[in-house]
């Protein structure tokens, strides 16, 4: 008993823990067209149905999928998105969501099912709006067992793997010596590195990278 403890404890000790600085986020320039003006965007359709947002078979859909990789692109031809991805594409004025029996669900609506239908909603989707105002593509990690998996800017999932694994925790948190080392295990397993996301009570996320280290 006493050298499982001892072998915990070491696992721990082997690890460092760094405030990490993240490239501030992307500002998009405004694209010029013809007339001077730039073209808006169309608002894509798409309907709310269980943990998925299915959206309608269209180009402006598919563009999600093929130039930022939200979500999963169906033999259908439409995209399905994610709790988090749908509620981003909705802040973004680039989506319309919609109940199963046609109804817009605005805003605070679908906030509001999204929170019944994935505990700690809200934390994970600050971390997941930061990384992508960064410029970041970030996906789910389940099979990791982290919360997401975060590929370098530039990189598409595909092309290349992901560099962090991350953990969004609010600032009121609290961790065990025993999540913590389970953390740190699951990154060194997969080869990422670990990144535990910090959410304080207005959004905002601050980073910290864990490293192994070797005495």
Same mark, same amino acid.
């Given at each position: 008993?006493?050298?499982? *403890? ?21 500002? $998009?320039?405004?694209? #010029?067209?013809?007339?001077? $003006?730039?073209?808006?965007? *169309?608002? @894509? ?7 998925? @947002?299915?959206?309608?078979? /269209?180009?402006? =859909?598919? $563009?999600?999928?093929?130039? /930022?990789?939200?979500?999963?692109? /169906? ?6 998105? /994610? ?8 802040? *973004? ?20 099912? =999204? ?11 600050? @971390? ?17 067992? =982290? ?7 530039? @990189? ?5 793997? #992901? ?5 969004p925790v609010h600032e009121g948190e609290t961790l065990t010596w025993y999540e913590f080392a389970a953390k740190n295990r699951v990154a060194h397993s997969t080869k990422k590195r670990l990144l535990i996301g910090i959410v304080d009570d207005e959004g905002d996320v601050t980073y910290y990278e864990i ?5």
């Amino acid at each position: 008993m006493a050298k499982k *403890k001892a072998s915990k404890e070491a696992a721990v000790a082997e690890t460092s823990v760094e405030e990490l600085k993240l490239d501030e986020p992307k500002l $998009e320039e405004p694209k #010029a067209e013809e007339n001077g $003006e730039k073209k808006p965007k *169309k608002l @894509v359709r798409a309907i709310l149905g269980g943990e998925k @947002v299915i959206t309608e078979s /269209s180009d402006d =859909a598919r $563009e999600f999928y093929n130039q /930022s990789r939200f979500g999963n692109l /169906s033999g259908s031809g439409k995209v399905e998105l /994610s709790l988090l991805e749908a509620l981003y594409l909705m802040e *973004k004025g680039r989506l319309q969501i919609e109940s199963e029996s046609g109804k817009v669900l605005a805003f605070e609506m679908y906030l509001k099912k =999204a929170r019944k239908a994935e505990p700690n909603f809200w934390i994970r989707y600050c @971390v997941f709006r930061d990384m992508r105002n960064r410029g970041y593509i970030i996906k789910t990690a389940l099979k990791f067992g =982290a919360d997401f998996r975060v590929y370098d800017r530039g @990189v598409k999932p595909g092309e290349d793997h #992901a560099r962090w694994i991350v953990y969004p925790v609010h600032e009121g948190e609290t961790l065990t010596w025993y999540e913590f080392a389970a953390k740190n295990r699951v990154a060194h397993s997969t080869k990422k590195r670990l990144l535990i996301g910090i959410v304080d009570d207005e959004g905002d996320v601050t980073y910290y990278e864990i490293k192994w280290m070797r005495p």
